[in-house]
């Protein structure tokens, strides 16, 4: 069974500073990654997915297979990035490709 | 076009009444799921739909919960003999090929 782990519930940094919110996972197939955001009294939405290889709103992501990890980064965090982030995994096949969430990290920027 | 819409937005029942949760998802889609958002615990994936397909169940957490489709657009959850620990955000996603579309869900409450 695939499993993905945010290891922090809360990450808190200050305006302009360097953001990386973890993202491992276990699957033993090829997975597809993916990261979610939920800003205050909004919807979850897509924010990245790993095969675009984009950068969004000043986000990356690079899978790291050997590591099995998606970490999020942003070289300079804004007060607007505060959200819920939740990193997702797709296994091609199981359930329709439905998405195993992590646990979500809370990002705060503080000014 | 408009986005995937649930309702109620909120609703508050007391511990053994049913429940009936509403997903209207974005037209042309093919896929709807629905996830559990708990506090403290993430999401969870409750159940799958895919065209006309049986749906896959494998994430409904007991024999109170059960789900519809109906005409491959439509979907209710319903929640029978509710009980406190179903207290949560209930979230509808629809996806055509990939990157699946959420709703706002609805924040079920049981006293």
């Known amino acids: 069974a695939q499993r993905v782990t945010q290891p922090e519930k809360l990450l808190s940094v200050f305006k302009g500073a360097p953001v990386e919110l973890k993202c491992n996972y276990s699957?033993?197939?090829?997975?597809?990654l993916f990261w979610y955001v939920q800003y205050s009294r909004q919807r979850l939405q897509l924010l990245l997915r790993?095969?675009s290889r984009e950068s969004i709103k000043g986000f990356t992501a690079d899978l790291n297979k050997g590591e099995t990890s998606f970490h999020l980064k942003k070289p300079f965090a804004q007060e607007e990035d505060s959200a819920m982030y939740y990193c997702a995994l797709r296994a091609a096949g199981v359930a329709g490709n439905m998405l195993t969430f992590g646990g979500g990290t809370r990002l705060m920027v503080k000014p | 076009g408009a986005g995937v819409s649930q309702s109620p937005s909120n609703k508050v029942t007391e511990k053994g009444k049913d429940v009936e949760l509403r997903c209207d998802p974005i037209s042309g889609h093919t896929a709807l799921y629905w996830y559990r958002q708990s506090l403290g615990q993430g999401l969870e994936f409750l159940i799958y739909f895919q065209g006309n397909s049986a749906p896959d169940k494998s994430g409904l957490p007991s024999d109170r919960f059960s789900a519809e489709r109906t005409g491959g657009s439509v979907s209710t959850l319903t929640i029978q003999r509710t009980q406190q620990e179903d207290s949560a955000v209930y979230l509808c996603?629809?996806?055509?090929?990939?990157?699946?579309?959420f709703g706002p869900g609805t924040r079920l409450t049981v006293l």
């Open positions: 790993h095969i």
């Open positions: 699957y033993s197939g090829s997975p597809e």
């Open positions: 996603a629809s996806s055509l090929v990939f990157g699946q579309f």
